[in-house]
């Protein structure tokens, strides 16, 4: 089991080794025999993170030739540096401390734990039924692993979610046993429907089994994993319709999928940092991914911070885009001023010394506040238009981070072997 750590994490090197990035920054240093290189175990720019990155690094030493190999990997924790990679000069007098990596692996194995496990835990199979008072139907049965949206058995109705009651109905409508009825028994009918599927609802729960590893993509990171490559297959096709024909329509589904992602992808990417932050034998099966994603998100155009790629700016430039090509209603440029010299604001009334819980009936009230308390809900949502180019390294992005979501769950699964 250790040999197989050993032997990713190993290869997660080798193909950092192997970067541009790396060739580029090695060639800036002069390093010599026996001089220790360590990798940085967090590349993305942390902003507003729970977790602390961990204090546990990887580093190679270069070989009596000068070269930089992965033949030996060591830990250390002495160290607290912020760029990609730091050179250790053996001839420093503040060498730190390093452990052998096979010897770290062993102890960070003891100290796994099972939770982190959830993410790739057996969902196991569980319907939920509820009786639904329909002719000839008398039970509603949710099957969460049914391919089809509805099924018919033995008097039973079998639906695959919990989560459209419209498109539901209208496939039950489309039963034999509901078209014979009156309009208004149709609307009985519909009306408890509604009234099961919404107490379905609560009590719909996926069970995981903690000690049993899916081998499929029924997992909590498998359903993740297998809906980003799905996205990601989206974003390139309304990107190459949009790049050869200035599609609008391609534009707006390439916002769409941004925003969506910008906002349900990130979180999940802050779970799994997170994981790696707590568990750093996880950031070393998957350094590799974690470095190119980072290098994907320094490639967006225009925003950068302290050379890593920032969630919260990345956030901010898709609002942007989004807000640029769908709040055209009222657009304006910037805020609007009114110039109120000469104005006369009539005075009515000045109320002070409400209790403390209405603090807010503390105003002067004058003639035609009530226009100015209208006029002040309007609002103006920031733009950002964005060039092609963006959209392209974007692209990189969502994809970089499928392969990182996909090498996580593999990590996991290595380790999850007893």
Same mark, same amino acid.
């Given at each position: 089991?250790?040999?197989?750590?050993?032997?990713?994490i190993?290869?997660?090197?080798?193909?950092?080794?192997?970067?541009?990035?790396f060739?580029d920054?090695?060639?800036k240093?002069?390093?010599?025999?026996?001089?220790?290189?360590?990798?940085n175990n967090?590349?993305?720019?942390r902003q507003?993170?729970k977790?602390?990155?961990?204090?546990?690094?990887l580093?190679i030493?270069v070989?009596k030739?000068?070269?930089?190999?992965?033949?030996?990997?060591?830990?250390?924790?002495?160290?607290?540096f912020?760029?990609?990679?730091?050179?250790?000069?053996?001839?420093?007098?503040?060498?730190?401390?390093?452990?052998?990596?096979?010897?770290?692996?062993?102890?960070e194995?003891?100290?796994?734990?099972?939770?982190?496990?959830?993410?790739?835990?057996e969902i196991?199979?569980?319907?939920?039924?509820?009786?639904?008072?329909?002719?000839?139907?008398?039970?509603l049965?949710?099957?969460?692993?049914?391919?089809?949206?509805?099924?018919?058995?033995?008097?039973?109705?079998?639906?695959?979610?919990?989560?459209?009651?419209?498109?539901l109905?209208?496939?039950i409508?489309?039963?034999n046993?509901?078209?014979?009825?009156?309009?208004?028994?149709?609307?009985?009918y519909?009306?408890?429907?509604?009234?099961?599927?919404?107490?379905?609802?609560?009590?719909?729960n996926?069970?995981?089994?903690?000690?049993?590893?899916?081998?499929?993509?029924?997992?909590l990171l498998?359903?993740?994993?297998?809906s980003?490559?799905?996205?990601?297959?989206?974003y390139?096709?309304? !990107? %190459?319709?949009? *790049? =050869?024909?200035?599609?609008? @329509? +391609?534009?707006?589904? #390439?916002?769409r999928?941004?925003?969506?992602?910008?906002?349900?992808?990130?979180?999940?990417l802050?779970?799994l940092?997170?994981?790696?932050? !707590? %568990?750093?034998i *996880? =950031?070393?099966?998957?350094? @590799? +991914?974690?470095?190119? #994603?980072?290098h994907?998100?320094?490639?967006?155009?225009w925003k950068k911070?302290?050379?890593k790629?920032?969630?919260?700016?990345?956030?901010?430039?898709?609002?942007?885009?989004?807000?640029?090509?769908?709040h055209?209603?009222?657009? #304006?440029?910037?805020?609007?001023?009114v110039n109120?010299?000469?104005?006369?604001l009539?005075?009515?009334q000045?109320?002070l010394?409400s209790?403390h819980?209405k603090?807010?009936?503390?105003?002067l009230k004058?003639?035609?506040?009530? #226009?100015v308390e209208?006029l002040?809900r309007?609002?103006?949502?920031?733009?950002?238009?964005?060039?092609?180019?963006?959209f392209?390294?974007?692209k990189?992005?969502?994809?970089?981070?499928?392969?990182f979501?996909?090498?996580?769950?593999?990590?996991?699964?290595i380790?999850?072997?007893?």
């Amino acid at each position: 089991m250790s040999d197989k750590v050993f032997k990713v994490i190993k290869s997660n090197i080798n193909a950092i080794l192997q970067t541009d990035h790396f060739s580029d920054w090695l060639s800036k240093e002069k390093v010599e025999k026996d001089d220790l290189i360590f990798f940085n175990n967090s590349f993305i720019f942390r902003q507003n993170f729970k977790t602390n990155k961990s204090d546990k690094v990887l580093g190679i030493q270069v070989d009596k030739n000068g070269k930089t190999t992965s033949s030996e990997i060591y830990v250390t924790n002495e160290l607290n540096f912020n760029t990609d990679f730091k050179r250790i000069s053996h001839k420093s007098s503040n060498i730190p401390k390093i452990e052998e990596l096979n010897v770290v692996i062993k102890k960070e194995m003891k100290v796994l734990g099972k939770l982190i496990f959830l993410l790739i835990g057996e969902i196991e199979n569980e319907d939920i039924e509820l009786e639904v008072a329909f002719p000839d139907f008398k039970k509603l049965v949710f099957r969460h692993t049914q391919k089809e949206l509805l099924t018919i058995e033995r008097s039973q109705l079998y639906i695959n979610t919990v989560d459209d009651e419209e498109m539901l109905w209208e496939e039950i409508k489309k039963c034999n046993e509901i078209k014979k009825l009156k309009i208004e028994e149709i609307s009985q009918y519909e009306e408890n429907f509604i009234k099961v599927l919404s107490k379905m609802r609560e009590t719909a729960n996926l069970k995981i089994n903690l000690d049993k590893c899916s081998k499929t993509s029924e997992s909590l990171l498998g359903k993740f994993s297998k809906s980003l490559s799905s996205q990601s297959d989206e974003y390139k096709k309304h !990107l %190459k319709k949009f *790049v =050869s024909s200035d599609d609008q @329509s +391609s534009l707006h589904d #390439l916002l769409r999928i941004a925003y969506n992602f910008s906002s349900d992808a990130l979180t999940l990417l802050e779970l799994l940092i997170g994981i790696s932050d !707590l %568990k750093p034998i *996880v =950031s070393w099966l998957t350094l @590799s +991914s974690h470095y190119e #994603l980072a290098h994907a998100f320094r490639e967006i155009p225009w925003k950068k911070s302290s050379g890593k790629g920032s969630f919260a700016l990345y956030k901010e430039m898709i609002g942007g885009a989004r807000n640029h090509a769908f709040h055209n209603l009222f657009s #304006l440029p910037c805020a609007v001023e009114v110039n109120m010299k000469g104005v006369q604001l009539n005075a009515r009334q000045l109320r002070l010394f409400s209790s403390h819980n209405k603090k807010g009936e503390n105003v002067l009230k004058y003639e035609d506040d009530e #226009l100015v308390e209208i006029l002040s809900r309007f609002t103006r949502a920031p733009e950002r238009n964005m060039s092609i180019d963006f959209f392209r390294r974007n692209k990189d992005v969502i994809e970089k981070t499928v392969k990182f979501v996909e090498e996580k769950a593999n990590a996991l699964k290595i380790l999850a072997v007893k």
